[in-house]
Structure formats: C-alpha cells, structure tokens
C-alpha cells in the first residue's frame, strides 16, 4: 500500500453496458407492441346491430367503419401515427445502442407514454392490453438506463482551459511516473 502513490480504484460500470443490457428490455417490449398490432384484435367500429366489432389494427387503419358516413381521416390519421411511432421508437433503441446517446432515451421513455396513452383508450380488448404491457417495458426500460447513466462530464471531452490542450491528452501525460518526477523537479529546484 504504501509503494503505490495513488490507491486502486474500482472502475465505475460503463454506461455503454448499462444501456446494451436495459435496451433488451426494450426490444422485448417493441416485440410485444408489434406483435399486438398485427396479430391481435382491437376494437373496430360499431356495426348496426351497435356491437363494436373487433378486428386487426392493420385492418383499422384501411377500413371504414360500415356506421361512417364519410372517411374519418382524423381517426385513420391517429391509427396509423401509432406505426409511425413505433418506427421513431426502434430509431431511439438504435440510436441508443449505438451511440450510446441520452437524447435517444428520453425519446423512448416519450415513445412510451405516447403508446400507453393510444393503448389505454382503446378498451378492453386483447390487442390494447398487450400493447400497454409492451409499451410499458419501452417507457420504463428508457427511464432505468436514462437514470443509470449518468451525463457526460465535460472535462473528458474537452479542452483544458488553463493549457488549450485536450484533456485526454493531459491525462496520458500525467501519470502517477511523470508526477513523481515533476514534484522532485519542482523540491530540487526549491532547495537549490
């Protein structure tokens, strides 16, 4: 202990990492939300004998509805924006993954209540309620690795503002070897 000038250190969890392993939780999550989408009943619109008649989401958003008397673009507008979303979602988780950007993740944890807000007015039907779940494991998994990592600290990208150098730069220059030898450089030069 006392041959070592500085103690060890245990290196702190990468960011990278925490982000890989919770972007799983994600993926599992669009997964869920794609499959009820495409598989999965969700509420149609009324018949005349005024039962809701369920049926695909794909087909919700092609379809009329037979009580519509003219195309409910407002309605078909929102059902496809929720597609729309999941791709702006899958962008985030990539992004996330590969850039390792806390921006992409504020975008998944919006994704997520955004989805869970289309969902959850949908009624009890099982395509809505298994994309709540789904939707649910995209707006949580984004807030546990937004909270996990941490932002990046600026003074190990940047410039050193005493020396105009790049601080990684500096940090190879100044180990504990060239320290050593500059605090005996600096004690001779005081003595003499």
């Known amino acids: 202990m006392l041959d070592q000038p500085y103690p060890p ?54 379809q009329q509805t037979p009580d519509e008397p003219t195309l409910n ?21 990539v992004r996330a993954v590969r850039d390792n950007a806390r921006g992409a993740l504020i975008g998944l944890m919006v994704v997520g209540a955004l989805g869970l807000a289309y969902a959850g007015t949908s009624g009890l039907y099982v ?13 949580f998994g984004g807030m546990l690795a937004w909270a996990a990592t941490s932002p990046p600290d600026p003074t190990e990208t940047g410039t050193d503002v005493e020396t105009g150098t790049e601080t990684g730069e500096r940090a190879e220059r ?5 320290l050593d030898k500059r605090t ?7 003595i003499a």
């Open 9 to 62: 250190q245990q290196p702190a969890p990468s960011s990278r990492a925490t982000i890989r392993a919770l972007m799983c939780v994600v993926a599992f999550g669009f997964f869920i939300v794609l499959t009820a989408l495409l598989l999965m009943l969700w509420p149609g619109g009324v018949s005349a004998d005024t039962k809701a008649s369920p049926t695909i989401h794909v087909l919700k958003v092609i």
């Open 73 to 93: 673009i407002p309605r078909h507008l929102l059902d496809f924006a929720v597609y729309a979303l999941v791709l702006a979602g899958l962008w985030f988780m």
């Open 127 to 139: 395509g809505p309620m298994f994309s709540i779940c789904g939707f649910s494991l995209i707006l």
């Open 174 to 178: 100044l180990t504990p070897d060239t």
């Open 184 to 190: 005996n450089d600096n004690a001779s030069h005081s």
